[in-house]
């Protein structure tokens, strides 16, 4: 085990319909964090979840929504997060669409497989 030490979690909510560049937003937004150089990005499909308009969308069968909500998680340093933020402002002007970013501490610690 490897300690990283303290780090900046940054969460992104969007929808799965939102796109940007004819891509999924969220497909754009991890190869701009890749671009940045950041540790790494998961993206999680949720199964239901409603914003600010509160319009429910579930993966309820007799409901199945093509516009899921979308996670977008990525750990770093402050250092590299923060300005990742700033290009999320163009990444969003971009796309056209909202979305919601959260921020907050996290201790990191990395496990990589010995050698031998």
Known sequence: M?????????????????????RPLYEHIVLRARE?????????????????SSLLHTARLLRLSDDLPIVIEIADKEEKIQPFIARL???FDEAKCGGLVTLERVDVLVYRPQSG
């Open 2 to 22: 490897h300690t990283l030490g303290d780090a900046k979690l940054l969460r992104i909510f969007i929808g799965e319909k939102d796109r940007c560049d004819g």
């Open 36 to 52: 940045d150089g950041l540790a790494g990005a998961t993206v999680l499909r949720g199964i239901e979840g409603f914003g600010a």
């Open 89 to 91: 402002d163009d990444i």
